[in-house]
């Protein structure tokens, strides 16, 4: 007994390190937005700020309104990822129930949608969306980057669907279930780790989206935290305190977001592996 | 064992709803992502430069855009780069990402908390992922050439970034970094998505760790395994940013790989022609991807 | 469709309860696309607060694109017609918007102009602007490298910062004295990552030897370069100029970690507020043994007006606005100096690197103009990567680069 709890936290120790080291780089990125301007290029490199400078928390949150990017961030990437999944998941699940040439067609054709690099695909998405008039709106960026994480929750929550019991299925139907009531009562239930992590990944994806946001969104005021970072990033200079201050600020309302939702999604994962 | 999945359903009278659904997202992929994929395609055997790059009726070249390109001498070393940085990133991501995974789905206080926190640093804006490594890999002043000589593995600082010899082997280190967190967390779904019942089963039939590892949870994982290797395939390929941020492509075009040399030609050099044709390349490299990626599943299991 | 203002006028003429559309169609704004984004940039809002004060009728909307997006919106607004009345352009990129018919020819308003006239521009920007005879852009501001040094470290050397190296032997010479054996402290950073840095940063060491870019293949080249490749393979400098851009080489300077950095006036601000020692910009050396020619190069930005905009008269009484000596005289506050011969700039701060960058300014060439330099840039930072890596002896290095560059210039040769 003694040895099973010793074993446990012996893999605590483990797990403890691997994570440590693993995101050494973004503990990195917050000693670098505390350290003097001066001190973030001294060699050798100072593993802790040798005196906390908070000019560059200050700088973000009074000059350049992180807290307003932050906003546009969060919007764009929630109703993205509603958006997403409302269209994916029925697209999914049929794609899993449904198998022909056709659907195999239609999932290559899904997968090759995202081959190309959002750098190429701007330009021409902006000559369309201005003949649509929408640029500069959220719903054209939102639009634009639900092309974009699409495809990726197709693919990711087929197999999940995949993985569900036709059975459990039939057996709603026999009970007088359509088929879409079906899909709400009975599949997305047994899938929802799947859905959970396909959303969490869409959200986070869409959160760190820069190229599309950048080209459609001219307007200061709507765009968000991921192209408002390069408003330090000048013709010559680039303020790299201001950066990772800011970097930081981007990143921690997330990190505190997953957190608080560790719960439910430790929950999910328990729960999809009782069976 | 699991039996093979039957390979077609029974057709009801219902099931009319289940092509709509799949069409309704495909049509808005078709409409949104179809136009800029032809918009490329056009603009490749075109001749297209800032003065008509506004209109649609560009001089049509044939393939003399692909054969200018395939004539450059920077064709085959790129594709080479491309090659070894998507192979090698594949391969790592999903063997650590599964590693990760399998570890993490163990029983042990704090677990789940740390399996959430490595997702953080899929979230960092490329831009600063490149600039944290390129610090942290500076020959003079990087932390990890400190750590390195500091604990006496090498005496004199490697050039990580600098040398034509390391570069790729760097900039590949920092993307699979990453990406792996991504991996790692949807093949955690796909694992705790796996039956419990069936590894019981096993264990009580007395089949070892490895046995139980191979012959269960690889052959179930397999649909969440080819969309996961399928995926980070294709998000490799098309990676610029990583690069971008830490090399330029260099040094002397060591790290250039497609979708950056695209980049070069398109907007630094202005030609747009020679920037689409990789566009079109990059498109029929992955349809082989995916091809391979459809055929598997023909084979996939169902519970 | 488009009113032009002829028809405006006529309809006026013609149709006098038209007035107040008329008023209407008037108060329109000017789009103006810069990348002026950081705070030090007072030069450019302290011009477009000025302009709005006094045209409350025709404000400036303003569009502040990143450097890294910029050139990237620019093709983008061409290919959608969508192009701002007004916008800077990086002074090697104007030829190429220029050649392809994508910026206003200008000729005829300067010739009408009294306030912008060839005559009152340092000869090397006002050429960036030109295309073949035709003028199509305006120079807003000039800049060129030089060479920082930190006065303790040379003292502690044994070197005089009064008297900074005057010549590459000389250069190496201190900056091998000045380099610290446990390889913390650099003699000499400069930039050679693989970008535009490179070529702009290696370009007046090319001139210097008596080369130029036609001429890649010739022993002046290779003397230039082997400079570099010895700088590097010395330890005099860092491996990190593959990776660093000029200004993250002052930044090594700044934190103490280089005791001599190449870069422009743009870091001097940041420097007079972040090192703590005394320091002085000093002139580029010459090649020394018998070749003493200055060189530098040359960077900036010009105004240009797009083609396709309707503004274009109101573009340019705002080019002109921003070209009135008064105000060009602030420009040196935001690290920039002003391309015009009659820019009254009194009791200018950070003095001395003033007087020294305006002293380097009037041996700073151009590059180019050719309508395509990126094509020509491009090489060259491989050829400078590709030698300083080891990767091909520099002479082969540069053959390859010259090989790259010669159908280029067999097309349109250097300078137009």
């Given at each position: 007994m003694r040895a099973r709890v010793a074993g446990r936290w012996a893999l605590t120790a483990v797990g403890a390190a691997i994570t440590a080291l693993y995101l050494f780089p973004i503990y990195w990125m917050y000693a670098s937005s505390l350290k003097s301007p001066a001190e973030l290029f001294r060699s050798p490199p100072t593993l802790f700020p040798s005196a906390i400078d908070l000019a560059a928390y200050t700088w973000i949150f009074t000059r350049e309104?992180?807290?307003?990017?932050?906003?546009?961030?969060?919007?764009?990437?929630?109703?993205?990822?509603?958006?997403?999944?409302?269209?994916?998941?029925?697209?999914?699940?049929?794609?899993?129930?449904?198998?022909?040439?056709?659907?195999?067609?239609?999932?290559?054709?899904?997968?090759?949608?995202?081959?190309?690099?959002?750098?190429?695909?701007?330009?021409?998405?902006?000559?369309?969306?201005?003949?649509?008039?929408?640029?500069?709106?959220?719903?054209?960026?939102?639009?634009?980057?639900?092309?974009?994480?699409?495809?990726?929750?197709?693919?990711?929550?087929?197999?999940?669907?995949?993985?569900?019991?036709?059975?459990?299925?039939?057996?709603?139907?026999?009970?007088?279930?359509?088929?879409?009531?079906?899909?709400?009562?009975?599949?997305?239930p047994a899938a929802r780790t799947a859905i959970v992590v396909c959303a969490i990944l869409v959200f986070l994806m869409t959160y760190g989206e820069y190229v599309y946001a950048a080209s459609l969104l001219s307007r200061i005021a709507m765009q968000p935290a991921t192209v408002g970072l390069y408003a330090f990033i000048g013709a010559e200079i680039s303020d790299w305190n201001n950066i990772m201050a800011f970097a930081s600020a981007f990143v921690t309302p997330v990190i505190i977001l997953f957190i608080l939702m560790q719960r439910l999604i430790v929950q999910g994962m328990t729960a999809g592996a009782i069976k | 064992?699991?039996?093979?999945?039957?390979?077609?359903?029974?057709?009801?009278?219902?099931?009319?709803?289940?092509?709509?659904?799949?069409?309704?997202?495909?049509?808005?992929?078709?409409?949104?992502?179809?136009?800029?994929?032809?918009?490329?395609?056009?603009?490749?055997?075109?001749?297209?430069?800032?003065?008509?790059?506004?209109?649609?009726?560009?001089?049509?070249?044939?393939?003399?855009?692909?054969?200018?390109?395939?004539?450059?001498?920077?064709?085959?070393?790129?594709l080479r780069n491309t090659a070894i940085f998507v192979i090698t990133n594949v391969v790592l991501q999903v063997l650590l990402g599964l590693g990760l995974a399998m570890f993490f789905l163990q029983d042990f206080p704090g677990a789940a908390w740390m399996r959430g926190m490595i997702l953080a640093g899929w979230i960092l804006p490329p831009l600063v992922i490149a600039a944290v490594f390129k610090w942290l890999f500076a020959s003079n002043g990087g932390l990890i050439n400190e750590a390195l000589m500091g604990a006496g593995l090498t005496a004199q600082p490697v050039n990580f970034l600098s040398d034509t010899a390391t570069?790729?082997?760097?900039?590949?280190?920092?993307?699979?970094?990453?990406?792996?967190?991504?991996?790692m967390i949807l093949l955690s779904a796909g694992l705790a998505n796996l039956p419990r019942d069936v590894f019981e089963a096993a264990q009580i039939d007395g089949a070892g760790t490895l046995t139980r590892f191979t012959r269960i949870t690889v052959p179930l994982l397999m649909p969440t395994l080819l969309a996961v290797t399928c995926l980070c395939t294709i998000y490799t390929l098309r990676a610029f940013d990583v690069i971008w941020g830490m090399t330029g492509g260099g040094p002397a075009n060591t790290t250039n790989v497609l979708p950056v040399w695209s980049f070069q030609l398109s907007f630094q050099q202005f030609n747009f022609a020679q920037g689409a044709v990789i566009a079109t390349m990059m498109f029929a490299l992955v349809i082989l991807v995916a091809l391979l990626y459809i055929r598997s599943i023909r084979s996939e299991l169902r519970a | 469709m488009r009113i032009t203002r002829r028809q405006t006028l006529a309809l006026a003429g013609a149709a006098p309860i038209a007035a107040p559309a008329l008023v209407q169609a008037q108060a329109r704004t000017i789009s103006l696309w810069h990348v002026f984004n950081l705070e030090t940039e007072a030069y450019m809002r302290e011009g477009v607060r000025d302009w709005n004060a006094q045209n409350p009728n025709q404000r400036i909307e303003e569009r502040i694109i990143p450097f890294a997006q910029y050139r990237t919106e620019l093709v983008r607004a061409i290919a959608t017609g969508d192009v701002p009345d007004l916008c800077v352009i990086d002074n090697p990129d104007t030829p190429s918007f220029a050649a392809q018919n994508q910026l206003t020819d200008l000729t005829q308003r300067?010739?009408?102009?009294?306030?912008?006239?060839?005559?009152?521009?340092?000869?090397?920007?006002?050429?960036?602007?030109?295309?073949?005879?035709?003028?199509?852009?305006?120079?807003?501001?000039?800049?060129?490298?030089?060479?920082?040094?930190?006065?303790?470290?040379?003292?502690?050397?044994?070197?005089?910062?009064?008297?900074?190296?005057?010549?590459?032997?000389?250069?190496?010479?201190?900056?091998?004295?000045?380099?610290?054996?446990?390889?913390?402290?650099?003699?000499?950073?400069?930039?050679?990552?693989?970008?535009?840095?490179?070529?702009?940063?290696?370009?007046?060491?090319?001139?210097?030897?008596?080369?130029?870019?036609?001429?890649?293949?010739?022993?002046?080249?290779?003397?230039?370069?082997?400079?570099?490749?010895?700088?590097?393979?010395?330890?005099?400098?860092?491996?990190?100029?593959?990776?660093?851009?000029?200004?993250?080489?002052?930044?090594?300077?700044?934190?103490?970690?280089?005791?001599?950095?190449?870069?422009?006036?743009?870091?001097?601000?940041?420097?007079?507020?972040?090192?703590?020692?005394?320091?002085?910009?000093?002139?580029?050396?010459?090649?020394?043994?018998?070749?003493?020619?200055?060189?530098?190069?040359?960077?900036?930005?010009?105004?240009?007006?797009?083609?396709?905009?309707?503004?274009?008269?109101?573009?340019w009484r705002l080019i002109e606005h921003m070209s009135r000596p008064e105000h060009m005289a602030q420009s040196w506050r935001s690290g920039r100096l002003p391309p015009r011969t009659d820019v009254p700039v009194e009791n200018p701060v950070y003095a001395q690197a003033f007087r020294a960058y305006s002293e380097q300014i009037l041996t700073a060439r151009p590059r180019g103009p050719h309508p395509r330099w990126p094509d020509i840039s491009r090489p060259i930072q491989t050829a400078i990567q590709s030698a300083l890596t080891g990767q091909a002896p520099p002479d082969v290095a540069l053959r390859m680069a010259a090989t790259a560059i010669r159908p280029i210039l067999q097309q349109t040769p250097l300078r137009g």
């Open positions: 309104n992180v807290l307003r990017y932050l906003a546009n961030s969060f919007l764009l990437a929630g109703t993205t990822t509603f958006v997403t999944l409302a269209l994916a998941i029925p697209c999914a699940y049929a794609m899993s129930r449904l198998r022909s040439r056709w659907v195999d067609g239609a999932l290559l054709g899904v997968m090759l949608a995202q081959v190309l690099p959002p750098a190429l695909m701007v330009t021409p998405i902006f000559i369309m969306f201005r003949q649509l008039g929408l640029t500069n709106s959220y719903e054209g960026v939102i639009l634009a980057l639900v092309t974009k994480s699409l495809p990726f929750a197709i693919v990711v929550l087929r197999p999940a669907f995949l993985l569900v019991p036709q059975e459990l299925e039939e057996a709603a139907r026999v009970d007088g279930c359509t088929r879409l009531g079906a899909l709400f009562r009975v599949i997305l | 064992m699991p039996s093979p999945a039957r390979t077609r359903t029974r057709f009801t009278d219902s099931d009319a709803l289940l092509p709509t659904l799949v069409a309704g997202a495909l049509i808005f992929i078709i409409v949104f992502i179809g136009y800029p994929v032809a918009y490329n395609l056009a603009m490749s055997f075109q001749e297209v430069t800032l003065g008509n790059i506004r209109d649609f009726a560009r001089p049509f070249v044939g393939l003399e855009n692909y054969q200018a390109l395939v004539a450059d001498p920077l064709f085959w070393p790129v570069a790729m082997a760097t900039v590949t280190f920092t993307n699979v970094w990453f990406g792996t967190p991504f991996a | 300067v010739a009408t102009s009294e306030r912008i006239r060839a005559s009152v521009y340092h000869t090397g920007p006002w050429s960036t602007a030109q295309w073949r005879g035709r003028t199509f852009a305006v120079p807003r501001d000039s800049n060129t490298i030089a060479l920082y040094i930190n006065h303790e470290m040379f003292r502690a050397a044994g070197l005089d910062p009064a008297r900074p190296p005057g010549t590459w032997p000389d250069l190496f010479a201190a900056a091998r004295r000045l380099t610290s054996a446990d390889g913390r402290v650099s003699g000499l950073m400069f930039s050679a990552r693989a970008a535009e840095d490179a070529t702009f940063q290696w370009l007046p060491f090319l001139w210097q030897a008596g080369g130029d870019i036609d001429r890649l293949d010739g022993p002046e080249a290779l003397d230039a370069l082997r400079f570099w490749v010895e700088c590097v393979t010395s330890g005099v400098s860092s491996r990190d100029v593959l990776t660093v851009s000029q200004s993250e080489g002052v930044n090594r300077l700044i934190s103490g970690n280089a005791a001599m950095a190449i870069s422009g006036p743009w870091d001097t601000p940041r420097v007079s507020q972040q090192a703590r020692f005394e320091w002085s910009v000093a002139q580029l050396p010459v090649r020394g043994e018998g070749r003493e020619i200055h060189a530098s190069g040359l960077g900036g930005w010009n105004w240009a007006i797009p083609q396709g905009t309707r503004n274009a008269d109101a573009a």
